[in-house]
């Protein structure tokens, strides 16, 4: 159980870092995760067709504020202390990002336009948004930790792979257009992808440090050194993984639109 605890708290340490704070609110990067949150939970609620969703969506972020003072009354150490302007925002936020959700959908119904980069533009957008976020969050690459402004790289490197996963979605439903068979539209998204995420994290190192040297450091320290050659298996099968959630997402608001 220790190891779990200490595994969670190490991962979400830097959600704590503090973006804005006067006396009645609150922002930190946990502020992001509480949008995101009440929009998914608020698609779900409405894939499956839910009575009184947003009634119900309101008492599931307040029973996510309950269990977090839970968990801090016993001791678990998951979460670190909130003050309460933030656990309220966070409810607030939770629901800012299901109202957000509700009239983007409205606004745009699901559709497709014809064109390379806005094919199912919101799908994609929510996709690609989520996991350069998470992958960002909680990928330890060893170099961060040398970098003289690490959570500006990480920031950069963010907006870059969102960029980049959005396009890969973009390419993918251009395949799909040309009827293209899905077992090679993915081989030659992961053959394409593998250099252009390598690429983008050389342009990041490059705007913050403008020096070569910590290039070759960071290829090092994760990808060069025989116990990071993970790093490079997982940077094969990212785009399976990006496409595998970009199709669970694009079949739930299916479902809300279909409703």
Request: with cysteine.
């Amino acid at each position: 159980m220790d190891w779990i605890i200490k595994t969670v708290y190490t991962n979400t340490l830097w959600l704590y870092k503090v973006i804005y704070s006067n006396p009645i609110f609150f922002i930190d990067f946990w502020t992001f995760n509480h949008i995101w949150s009440g929009a998914f939970i608020f698609i779900l609620l409405s894939a499956y067709k839910v009575k009184r969703k947003w009634f119900v969506l309101i008492l599931i972020l307040l029973a996510y504020e309950i269990i977090e003072i839970l968990f801090r009354i016993f001791a678990l150490n998951l979460f670190k202390p909130e003050i309460i302007k933030d656990q309220v925002n966070d409810i607030i936020f939770g629901g800012f990002g299901a109202v957000l959700c509700y009239y983007l959908i409205k606004f745009r119904k699901g559709k497709s336009i014809n064109k390379f980069h806005l094919r199912y533009p919101l799908t994609t957008f929510f996709t690609a948004g989520t996991i350069s976020y998470l992958y960002i969050g909680f990928t330890n690459f060893i170099f961060f930790t040398t970098l003289h402004n690490p959570l500006l790289f990480k920031f950069i490197y963010f907006l870059f792979l969102w960029f980049a996963f959005y396009y890969l979605l973009q390419t993918y439903e251009t395949f799909k257009l040309k009827n293209i068979d899905e077992l090679k539209t993915i081989s030659l998204l992961t053959i394409i992808s593998l250099p252009i995420f390598i690429i983008l994290q050389i342009i990041a190192i490059l705007i913050l440090t403008n020096n070569q040297e910590n290039l070759f450091s960071f290829f090092l320290a994760n990808y060069l050194h025989s116990t990071k050659i993970s790093n490079l298996v997982f940077f094969l099968i990212l785009p399976v993984i990006v496409i595998m959630i970009y199709k669970v997402f694009k079949r739930l608001i299916e479902r809300v639109i279909s409703g």
